[in-house]
């Protein structure tokens, strides 16, 4: 006997657990945070904008790398200078793609707090792509932030 499955699910944005800043993903010992907060949503050419980020492992136990992968809005030209200050502020290494800048970090007790600055190519009004912090070994065990 064999048997095809295909379904979708969908969750409207107020009802889902990521909020417009911050998500909280429980769990034993491995609840992950995310917290994403950007300066503001519009800018002209070239003016910096700064990203903040906390991201946490609750429960802290050793467990291993994470990975928390910021959206950018479009056309963002990330500083790279702010990304070498943020690898002495707790981040192990970083990747710059279009639309996000990939941060992978070692778990410590307490966080990680870090920051970048990027510029628009383009003036804009905008939101970002989705930002996600979730276990090396486990991406399903993730946090959602939506900005």
Sequence with gaps: MQTN????????????????????????????????????????????????????????????????????????????????EAKRNGVDGYEVQPDRVVFYLWPSAGGSKFQFIFRPRFGISAMSAPSVLYDYYNPEANALSCR
């Design 5 to 84: 499955v295909i379904t979708s699910y969908y969750i409207p944005w107020p009802q889902a657990e990521a909020t417009q800043t911050e998500n909280f993903k429980s769990g034993d010992t491995r609840a992950l945070k995310l917290k994403v907060d950007f300066d503001r949503h519009e800018a002209r050419v070239g003016e910096a904008l700064a990203c903040r980020v906390e991201a946490e492992r609750i429960g802290f136990a050793g467990y291993g790398m994470m990975i928390a992968e910021i959206g950018l809005p479009p056309g963002a030209e990330v500083d790279r200078e702010s990304l070498e």
